[in-house]
């Protein structure tokens, strides 16, 4: 006798419909140092500024917010120390080490140089000023 589960069937989800994430919202601790960081460092377009706590910048047919965690009264600042996401912005691949050398002129910390991956990518990982893992890369 066995363990095994049997798999449920497929199910059909008003969530099925979902065929791209339209944004991504990172949640600050140092707004103006990401700020400085996405605009300056990145060089991302801003979008719009909705408050001092809401930022956007558009990316293609996506939007990347920087906001300060308040939806709710009881709403903690992120803690120090514990990034919360990691992004990957895919580009060519001159590209990936166009970005390194920007990254090295604005005195970036690389936590890992350009590199062919045997999966198929190669791949630049450094973090924002709030620690988020952030990658460039380029399929190859």
């Known amino acids: 006798m066995t363990d095994e589960k049997t798999p449920e069937p497929a199910r059909r989800s008003p969530f099925n419909s979902i065929r791209a994430i339209d944004y ?3 949640f600050v601790r140092d707004m103006a140092a990401m700020r400085r960081f996405y605009e300056d ?3 991302f377009p801003l ?22 965690p308040s939806r709710t009264a009881a709403d903690a600042p992120i803690p120090a120390g514990s990034a919360s996401l990691q992004l990957a912005f895919r580009v060519s691949v001159a590209e990936v080490d166009q970005c390194a050398n920007e990254l090295a002129r604005h005195g970036v910390a690389l936590l890992s140089p350009p590199t062919n991956q045997s999966f198929g990518h190669r791949t630049l990982f450094f973090r924002d000023p709030d620690g988020n893992l952030l990658e460039v890369y380029a399929e190859i």
């Not at 979008?47 to 300060?68: C, D, K, V």
């Open 24 to 26: 991504t919202v990172i």
């Open 41 to 43: 460092v990145l060089a």
């Open 47 to 68: 979008s719009r500024e909705l408050s001092p706590n809401w930022i956007e910048y558009g990316l293609g047919s996506n939007t990347l917010a920087l906001a300060r």
